[in-house]
């Protein structure tokens, strides 16, 4: 877990130990049935954290196996949560108390626009910090958060194996392991190192059997077992009041209702499991923290990454515009009563009484830009491994929590539903010494593409003039970076027109080029103008897919569907001379029969038809591909 524990809280290691010996002064209700360590130490952990009211119902002899089950769970939460229980509903009444009072954690501090770097690609800077950011890779690892299923986009499975788009079907966790080792590939050759990806995924109770599922039926996805490690995160018990009563199931007494602890716990898992000490030794200088579903932070991080490295920055936000009023946070610089200067998150309920309490005014757009001043925070970032390993020697890897009740009326003591104690992420510089330096890049709003909502959420979001962020929108940026990436290169990809225009669930997207490139194809966007030459002509209803690193493309036209692949390293495509026209993959209206990550989308890619060319080289050697015509109209 992520708390923190209270000056006479126990230590973490201390909370996990169980009794040697059975408590004194039994209860009434206490039965021969639960004369064991561990419903001893569950009675122990409750009755320290003033839970009377939850044994109150039990009677002895009376369901002595469910009343074991319930002493039972709370042993393994006292276990899970630092200073355990007694330190935990310590925590939430001080905080439960703050909340009905109205206390605003933020009162007092004035807000700036912090000092960080526009990096759009449009400037020449973008591919000099990319090519530099290469560099870093093999001395970097990786953070994936991946605790939660994807029910809330009406997908029953892990996030991480829904596919980024319907072409491939590529999913998000191959997609960013694919990236990371052709990454670490090319960095290797060039530096002449060794080293090797490190992964540390988070998974929770819901996630980590299918999580290990995925790795397994993918073979780690080209990665040894011991380069990936899973951190199964716990979880904490759902309040039902202010005096931080714990709930129980609606239809079950005996089980102590539990909730995630928030993605904060990231950092605690990594030190519980020793992966800083692993990575400092072997050399690493950063750590990298990714959501699990945002495809297009594979074409913003090396550049960060360059620009970590340049400025020695101890934590650098990767973030994007945001317009006033939109759900994401927003990177500040915080300053109050002569303290030092912090710069750090603010979550977008607090940003608008910040700054009325400031400033007297609310969050509002640039006119030239129609954004606000204040960096949109996509929870991705970059943190100097020296640094953060000091940090968490001296936390244990815990972050401040918050609570957020949602309360049934003025009165402030009662719930809608039972919350909990949560903790992010984002909220480590806090820890961090006044000297250490904090920043940002900002990159173009259109490579912000999280796929978190259903789509049904995403179209009542479109209406109001916001972002989707749902499995259709976040499927076309990713096929529209990679068209984008190609007109900056010289090629002429047309422009989406009006009759390209498709919804689908109710979303709306403006259509256009299909374009999909694996990570060898182009891994960066300086390492993809070596392999684009002159006279690339592209329709606008036409599907591009590139598979292989090594694979040039000159004086190519097409208006339909061409897929290239280079199946072995050794391959060398060139394509020169080649003209495809043919009717192409089209997008369909998803089956009644099509796996959930289909129908959560309304639609797939047919790719059934003959009506492509697609080219499959898996023997060594220049293949060259030219002066070569295929209608199929």
């Given at each position: 877990m992520g708390g923190c524990e209270?000056?006479?809280g126990a230590s973490p290691s201390a909370s996990r130990a169980a009794p040697a010996v059975q408590p004194e002064g039994r209860p009434g209700w206490w039965s021969p049935g639960l004369e064991d360590p561990e419903c001893a130490a569950g009675l122990i952990a409750l009755e320290g954290a003033g839970q009377q009211a939850l044994l109150a119902s039990f009677a002895k002899g009376k369901d002595?196996?469910?009343?074991?089950?319930?002493?039972?769970?709370?042993?393994?939460?006292?276990?899970?949560?630092?200073?355990?229980?007694?330190?935990?509903?310590?925590?939430?009444?001080?905080?439960?108390?703050?909340?009905?009072?109205?206390?605003?954690?933020?009162?007092?501090?004035?807000?700036?626009?912090?000092?960080?770097?526009?990096?759009?690609?449009?400037?020449?800077?973008?591919?000099?910090?990319?090519?530099?950011?290469?560099?870093?890779?093999?001395?970097?690892?990786?953070?994936?958060?991946?605790?939660?299923?994807?029910?809330?986009?009406?997908f029953d499975g892990i996030k991480l194996s829904l596919p980024c788009e319907t072409i491939t079907m590529t999913c998000f966790l191959n997609l960013y392991i694919g990236y990371i080792k052709e990454w670490t590939a090319l960095a290797n050759e060039a530096l002449k190192t060794p080293m090797?990806?490190?992964?540390?995924?988070?998974?929770?109770?819901?996630?980590?059997?299918?999580?290990?599922?995925?790795?397994?039926?993918?073979?780690?996805?080209?990665?040894?077992?011991?380069?990936?490690?899973?951190?199964?995160?716990?979880?904490?018990?759902?309040?039902?009041?202010?005096?931080?009563?714990?709930?129980?199931?609606?239809?079950?007494?005996?089980?102590?209702?539990?909730?995630?602890?928030?993605?904060?716990?990231?950092?605690?898992?990594?030190?519980?499991?020793?992966l800083i000490k692993e990575w400092s030794a072997m050399g690493k200088r950063h750590v990298v923290f990714m959501q699990d579903t945002h495809s297009l932070v594979v074409f913003k991080l090396l550049a960060a990454l360059g620009v970590s490295a340049e400025k020695g920055y101890a934590m650098n936000s990767i973030t994007v515009p945001r317009k006033p009023g939109e759900e994401s946070g927003s990177i500040c610089t915080l300053q109050k009563d002569g303290a030092a200067a912090l710069t750090i998150n603010v979550e977008y309920n607090q940003l608008n009484p910040l700054l009325q309490s400031a400033f007297?005014?609310?969050?509002?757009?640039?006119?030239?830009?129609?954004y606000s001043p204040y960096p949109g925070n996509v929870n991705c970032f970059i943190l100097k491994l020296e640094e953060y390993a000091t940090v968490l020697t001296e936390t244990k890897g815990c972050v401040p929590e918050f609570v957020n009740p949602k309360y049934a009326d003025a009165t402030r003591t009662t719930f809608k539903s039972p919350t909990r104690l949560e903790c992010m992420m984002q909220d480590i510089p806090r820890f961090f010494p006044a000297s250490a330096l904090i920043g940002y890049v900002l990159f173009e709003r259109s490579m912000y593409c999280p796929v978190k909502n259903a789509c049904n959420t995403g179209a009542a979001k479109q209406a109001k003039g916001q972002q989707a962020s749902c499995a259709v929108d976040g499927e076309h940026l990713w096929y529209a970076n990679a068209a984008s990436l190609l007109r900056e290169c010289g090629a002429d990809v047309a422009a989406p027109g009006t009759g390209d225009e498709e919804t689908w669930m109710g979303v709306t997207i403006p259509g256009g080029a299909r374009v999909v490139f694996s990570p060898s194809?182009?891994?960066?966007?300086?390492?993809?103008?070596?392999?684009?030459?002159?006279?690339?002509?592209?329709s606008s209803r036409s599907v591009l897919v590139i598979e292989g690193r090594d694979v040039q493309l000159n004086d190519l036209t097409l208006d339909g569907t061409l897929v290239i692949q280079a199946q072995v390293p050794e391959a060398k495509v060139v394509v020169d001379g080649l003209t495809v026209t043919n009717a192409g993959w089209r997008k369909v209206c998803a089956g009644a029969d099509d796996p959930a990550a289909?129908?959560?989308?309304?639609?797939?890619?047919?790719?059934?038809?003959?009506?492509?060319?697609?080219?499959?080289?898996?023997?060594a050697g220049v293949h060259e591909v030219r002066d070569t015509k295929k209608s199929q109209l």
């Open positions: 209270s000056k006479d002595v196996k469910k009343q074991k089950r319930l002493l039972r769970q709370a042993a393994a939460l006292e276990k899970s949560y630092p200073g355990g229980l007694k330190v935990y509903v310590a925590n939430a009444k001080k905080l439960l108390e703050d909340s009905a009072k109205g206390v605003n954690p933020l009162d007092g501090c004035k807000p700036s626009v912090p000092e960080g770097m526009v990096l759009y690609r449009s400037g020449d800077q973008y591919d000099q910090y990319c090519a530099k950011g290469l560099l870093e890779v093999p001395y970097c690892c990786f953070v994936i958060v991946a605790g939660g299923l994807g029910e809330r986009l009406g090797a990806p490190q992964i540390a995924m988070m998974t929770s109770d819901d996630t980590h059997d299918k999580t290990v599922a995925l790795l397994k039926e993918n073979d780690y996805f080209g990665l040894g077992p011991k380069q990936i490690t899973l951190m199964k995160q716990g979880k904490v018990p759902a309040l039902k009041n202010g005096d931080a009563d714990f709930a129980t199931l609606p239809d079950d007494p005996y089980t102590i209702l539990t909730k995630p602890h928030g993605h904060g716990d990231a950092h605690q898992l990594l030190y519980q499991h020793g007297g005014r609310s969050d509002e757009a640039d006119p030239a830009t129609g194809f182009c891994p960066s966007r300086h390492m993809l103008r070596e392999k684009i030459g002159k006279n690339i002509k592209i289909i129908k959560i989308r309304g639609y797939k890619t047919d790719t059934s038809t003959d009506d492509a060319m697609v080219l499959t080289f898996d023997t």
